[in-house]
């Protein structure tokens, strides 16, 4: 059985239980997800 994990929802999932433990990471995970976002779509996946 091949078990493959996509990257999105782990990182989601983490970012939402940080949000909840430090409400105030909230705009760096939120600016670091966006600056991540905004590299891949012009830089592409490789």
């Known amino acids: 059985m091949n078990m493959t994990l996509s990257l999105a929802p782990l990182v989601s999932?983490?970012?939402g239980i940080l949000i909840l433990l430090v409400p105030?990471?909230?705009n760096y995970?939120?600016?670091i997800y966006?600056?991540?976002i905004g590299l891949i779509g012009l830089f592409?996946?490789?």
């Open 24 to 26: 105030r990471l909230l």
């Open 44 to 46: 592409g996946r490789g």
């Open 29 to 31: 995970i939120v600016a």
């Open 13 to 15: 999932l983490i970012a």
């Open 34 to 36: 966006l600056i991540i």
